[in-house]
């Protein structure tokens, strides 16, 4: 049967809007069931308390729970790998910080690649470090640390969370920076770290201003600077690195990410509620209170970011030779 030319052409334009129609549907229908959002570290940190502070929020927004899992190990790596090789569906996210970034360079063999088989969805916060000494170091400002370094090269020790944390990346960017050699004390979190660097039998460690605020207020030790790009609302008159070393920047920073191929929509339906998220006051200053700001922007903006962090630190990681633990 030959069809008229005008109903032939509403056929063929109902057809093209077929995949249009699907695709919103299937963006009202999401989420159907409960979300699993994925944290590649222990809970109490700030990866785990931003993934479940977002869940929370999402789960009231989108009529599903959204549940935090925890996935330590192998770095951060165990994490991220369950996430890429799961479903690219919005049921299985994950909550990315910039440990994947150092990794994709730190690691030689890794089962995945954080640019190509990872989807951004939103950035969420960032957060700066803090440049902390035992009071036994003479110096009380950057440029007489690094006098003070140079006097002492090899001599003085700076403690982190671990090889490829973002207090250890922090140290090393500055180490290159200013042309000084200090020796990297890796420990297995925070905790111990602190114990070392408040018994002065570690000098200095670059640490995140919240756990850092308390010390630095009570004299057990002395903050030089923060690593931000401008100073911090809450010690405005300690000064930022790149006062002394221009260009000079190390943040800490969160968002949630899901295996590559998750629908467009999906992306952007998730990307809209947690922009919406970071412009409520409750949760802003919830995320203030971890010594972190907002970091709203579009999937786009949030690959880039990892995209250009992914590039930096794995120049550091080479400059310095960094190996895995």
């Known amino acids: 049967m030959k069809l008229p030319r005008r109903n032939f052409l509403h056929l063929a334009a109902g057809a093209a809007a077929l995949p249009a129609v699907s695709r919103m549907a299937r963006a009202q229908a999401y989420p ?6 994925i944290v590649s570290f222990a809970a109490g940190g700030p ?3 931003l993934a479940r502070l977002t869940a929370q929020w999402l789960s009231e927004r989108l009529g599903q729970q959204f549940v935090v899992e925890n996935r330590p190990g192998g770095g951060g790596n165990i994490g991220a790998e369950a996430v ?3 479903a690219p569906d919005g049921y299985t996210l994950l909550m990315i910080d910039a440990t994947p970034a150092v990794n994709a360079t730190l690691y030689d063999k890794l089962n995945f690649d954080v640019l190509r088989d990872i989807a951004a969805i939103a950035a969420v916060a960032q957060q700066p470090q803090m440049m902390l000494v035992h009071p036994s170091v003479p110096a009380k400002t950057v440029p007489e640390f ?3 370094a140079k006097a002492n090269a090899g001599k003085i020790n700076m403690a982190s ?5 973002p207090p250890h990346m922090a140290g090393e960017l500055f180490k290159l920076t200013a042309g000084i050699d200090l020796l990297h004390v890796p420990y297995r979190g925070t905790g111990a770290a602190y114990a070392d660097l408040l018994g002065g ?3 200095v460690a670059f640490f995140g201003p ?4 308390e010390h630095v207020k009570s004299g ?7 690593t931000a790009s401008k100073r911090w609302g809450d010690l405005p008159d300690i000064p930022t690195v790149a006062e002394f070393l221009p260009g000079y920047e190390a943040y800490s920073w969160f968002g949630v990410a899901a295996p590559k191929n998750i629908p467009t929509e999906i992306v952007l339906k998730l990307n809209q509620e947690i922009n919406a998220a970071l412009a409520d006051l409750k949760i802003k200053s919830r995320i203030a209170e971890l010594g972190a700001s907002t970091l709203p922007g579009s999937p786009a903006d949030f690959g880039k970011l990892i995209a250009d962090e992914t590039e930096k630190w794995g120049k550091v990681v080479r400059t310095a030779n960094i190996k895995p633990e």
């Open 201 to 203: 039998r570690v000098q």
């Open 220 to 226: 057990t030790l002395r903050a030089l600077a923060v």
């Open 47 to 49: 990866t785990d308390i």
């Open 84 to 86: 890429v090789r799961s």
């Open 210 to 213: 919240v756990s850092a605020m």
């Open 161 to 165: 969370g671990g090889t490829g944390s």
């Open 146 to 148: 690094i006098a003070y």
């Open 32 to 37: 159907s069931r409960p979300v699993k959002i």
